[in-house]
């Protein structure tokens, strides 16, 4: 079945570290799209990507880097200079643009 | 720039309807969405409707659009305690590369 994959469920970070968080989806869908979710904040757009090797800042961009080297897959690293990174990041991919999205399950990071 | 408002809560009788509530800004929107998250989870996709359209009905959920106000509605008939989640409304921003403008969602509780 297709669909796509976030992973991991849980992570745990120390502060001063990076982090990747893992996006793949095997939907063959050109955009995808990377959310942050905290409590009574709704999702905001980090990053999101409409084709291969082109991607763009969302509204809450600092902190954050992606890739997109591949259709399938749209990684997310939070680095060090993300001062409060524990939240819920949500992955998202559609086949274009007005399109609706599918949603992975969501990674849940907390700095320890 | 786009906004969509919901109401954050909303707690209704286990049997009766639910009426969520979304206001949009951008009057350029091609498809207006519904959502459905549960704890833990990702966001499903409940159901959309195309602008042209006053209504649409799936099963128990009904969608109300109201393109003069900008009023969009889900109605979900005899709501069950599987229904308890967070439903969030969105719009695409007439086809901005950026995607769907998401509302905060609106936290269903279910009384028994």
């Known amino acids: 079945d297709g669909g796509i994959t976030q992973s991991p469920k849980y992570l745990f970070r120390k502060e001063g570290q990076n982090v990747t968080l893992s996006c793949e989806q095997n939907?063959?869908?050109?955009?995808m799209y990377w959310y942050r979710q905290d409590p009574g904040q709704g999702l905001r757009l980090i990053y999101y990507?409409?084709?291969?090797?082109?991607?763009q800042k969302g509204d809450i961009a600092e902190g954050y880097s992606v890739s997109r080297e591949k259709k399938e897959s749209f990684p997310l690293t939070v680095t060090s200079a993300q001062k409060n990174p524990t939240a819920f990041y949500l992955c998202a991919s559609s086949p274009g643009i007005s399109y609706g999205y599918t949603f992975g399950s969501g990674t849940r990071l907390t700095v320890v | 720039g786009e906004d969509v408002e919901q109401s954050l809560f909303l707690s209704v009788r286990e049997g009766d309807s639910s009426v969520i509530n979304c206001t949009y800004t951008?009057?350029?929107?091609?498809?207006l969405y519904w959502y459905k998250q549960e704890p833990g989870a990702g966001l499903q996709l409940l159901t959309y409707i195309f602008s042209n359209m006053d209504m649409k009905q799936d099963q128990r959920l009904t969608v109300l659009l109201n393109k003069k106000d900008k009023h969009l509605s889900l109605r979900i008939a005899d709501t069950q305690t599987g229904d308890s989640a967070i439903y969030f409304c969105a719009e695409d921003s007439g086809g901005g590369a950026d995607g769907l403008t998401f509302g905060k969602g609106t936290h269903l509780i279910i009384q028994p």
């Open positions: 951008d009057s350029s929107s091609t498809y």
């Open positions: 939907l063959n869908h050109d955009a």
């Open positions: 990507s409409q084709i291969v090797n082109d991607f």
